[in-house]
């Protein structure tokens, strides 16, 4: 299961994989994940198990994973306690996204070859 994850597993890591493998699978265009609100270790955790999985993912698309616990900090210090978690926090967890980015991340011609050979 998932270390960012404390609750009822739903599925094994093995299976997890094959799930990431199956919908890789049925892709005919490059794709990236988008982090839709979760965590950042959650989304980090996520893009492992997909490189663990042998997907070749283009990239990611996600915001609130890397800078949703600094809304509360604006909201109780304003912008320079923004400011100062964004260079502390934010760059932490923009750091871990990056890393694990290179580790698994692939261009998006390696598996499709070019833009010609995509299909429309």
């Not at 990611?60 to 912008?79: N, Q």
Request: proline share 2%; charged share 20%.
């Amino acid at each position: 299961g998932a270390d960012s994850y404390g609750g009822q597993k739903a599925y094994t890591l093995e299976e997890a994989k094959g799930f990431y493998r199956k919908a890789a699978d049925a892709a005919t265009k490059p794709f990236i994940y988008l982090s839709a609100g979760v965590s950042n270790a959650e989304f980090c955790e996520n893009l492992e198990v997909a490189a663990a999985a042998g997907v070749d993912y283009a990239g990611v698309l996600c915001g609130r994973a890397t800078w949703a616990k600094g809304v509360p900090v604006f909201a109780k210090g304003g912008a320079e306690a923004l400011r100062n978690w964004l260079q502390d926090e934010g760059l932490r967890n923009i750091s871990a996204l990056n890393a694990v980015l290179a580790k698994g991340a692939k261009p998006w011609f390696s598996k499709y070859g070019g833009r010609s050979l995509i299909n429309s």
